[in-house]
């Protein structure tokens, strides 16, 4: 049997053969360990592994995707990776893929239509084999490049409202009406909300929108000078909470459109002397790490982020394979109620 450094003196590269052959199996069963690990006996594919890792194969990334017609590459668009809610989400979806024999590539949209265009156009022109997209609002110019490229796609952190797009994601309206009715329910009449920019961001707008509704349910309304936009951002939430506190009668809660806008109101309260939650009820969305452990801890909603990623991850590789698979799934939103939120005055 030919040696790894034999196989380097001659000048022969290691080929495909030689993988097969050390291995001793087929090179079709080789390149379906390489392409589709998930149709190959974990026994199979242990032995091809060893090969591989004897015999120092490279494969060829560009033979292969000619071969396949498939880049084995698979496309995240998401707005931000400073906001760790995104990084926990593909880094589930990454870990995912990965095993199934996957790479991902990632590309920021700083929140904006055009710029998330243009980046999904570099990824397909890339060679993309499918794409993950954030949010349910995007160009129509997107979803019908995707669909003439038969490119499977789908929506997260969101659900959608037609049958037309396939989605793995949350009701942002309906979880913030959950949060703001457990507010109503503690008694809370004069609530305010820290949000995200609501232009061109779908789960910004369902959020005041879940916190409207059920305001309006209890009787009560969102006043217009109680609704503040701010990049997400910590020092963007202390920025608001010191406009809301300058008002003559503040708002005795606050929710904030993320836990990094939470958090910042949360820090400013502390900052001005006020105690909360016995001055001020304060809530957030997300649940990031930082919420547990701040103190006072926060009051949140929990977004299933690893879930999330893994679903989607999924749902493409289906696609992918050549499945039918279900194309709407929403995920469960949790209320985590912490230390930050009591009843007025206590």
Request: glycine share 6%; charged share 25%; with cysteine.
């Amino acid at each position: 049997m030919q040696s790894r450094k034999r196989l380097q003196k001659s000048g022969n590269s290691i080929k495909l053969s030689d993988v097969a052959t050390r291995a001793q199996v087929s090179t079709a069963t080789v390149s379906r360990t390489l392409n589709s690990p998930n149709k190959v006996s974990e026994a199979i594919a242990g032995r091809v592994r060893q090969a591989i890792k004897e015999l120092g194969y490279v494969p060829d990334a560009a033979a292969r995707a000619l071969a396949s017609r498939r880049s084995r590459a698979i496309g995240a668009l998401v707005p931000t990776l400073s906001n760790p809610i995104f990084a926990d989400c593909i880094q589930a979806l990454e870990e995912r893929l990965e095993g199934h024999g996957y790479a991902l590539v990632v590309a920021s949209t700083d929140y904006t239509l055009n710029k998330e265009l243009r980046q999904a156009k570099s990824l397909l022109e890339h060679g993309v084999d499918a794409l993950l997209l954030t949010g349910s609002c995007h160009h129509d110019e997107l979803y019908q490049m995707l669909t003439d490229r038969k490119i499977p796609y789908v929506n997260t952190w969101a659900i959608g409202d037609n049958d037309h797009h396939a989605y793995v994601g949350i009701n942002n309206v309906e979880a913030a009406r959950r949060l703001t009715r457990y507010l109503v329910d503690l008694g809370h009449k004069s609530i305010a909300l820290i949000s995200g920019i609501s232009a061109e961001n779908d789960r910004v707008r369902d959020r005041t929108t879940g916190v409207r509704q059920a305001l309006n349910e209890a009787g009560l309304s969102l006043d217009p000078e109680r609704v503040i936009e701010k990049p997400y951002g910590i020092e963007f939430g202390r920025e608001a909470m010191r406009v809301l506190l300058k008002h003559p009668t503040p708002p005795s809660a606050v929710i904030g459109g993320n836990d990094l806008l939470a958090l910042g109101a949360l820090l400013e309260c502390q900052a001005k002397g006020l105690n909360v939650p016995r001055d001020i009820s304060i809530a957030g969305f997300d649940d990031i790490d930082l919420a547990c452990h701040i103190s006072p801890t926060l009051t949140t909603m929990r977004v299933p982020t690893t879930a999330m990623g893994q679903q989607a991850a999924d749902y493409l590789l289906r696609r992918l394979s050549g499945e039918s698979v279900v194309s709407e799934k929403a995920l469960d939103v949790e209320l985590i109620v912490r230390a930050s939120t009591a009843r007025p005055g206590n």
